[in-house]
C-alpha cells in the first residue's frame, strides 16, 4: 500500500524509468500478474540543449 507522501513520487518515478530505464516493471493493486512498462523511444541530446541554453547553466 502506498502511503500519501509515496503516491506523489510515484508518478515522477515511474515517468524517470521510462525514459533512462531499459523497463519499469509494476504490480497494480491485487492482480499476481506484472505490469512491464517499456523504455518509450526518446534521445535526449544532453550537448544540445546544454548549448541551446547556456547562458541558463
Given at each position: 500500500n502506498l502511503?500519501?507522501?509515496f503516491k506523489s513520487?510515484?508518478?515522477f518515478m515511474?515517468?524517470?524509468g521510462m525514459i533512462y530505464a531499459d523497463e519499469s516493471v509494476y504490480v497494480f493493486e491485487r492482480t499476481e500478474q506484472l505490469l512491464r512498462l517499456p523504455r518509450l523511444p526518446?534521445?535526449?541530446d544532453s550537448e544540445a540543449i546544454l548549448r541551446r541554453h547556456l547562458a541558463v547553466f
Open positions: 502511503t500519501g507522501g513520487v510515484q508518478g515511474q515517468a524517470l526518446v534521445q535526449l
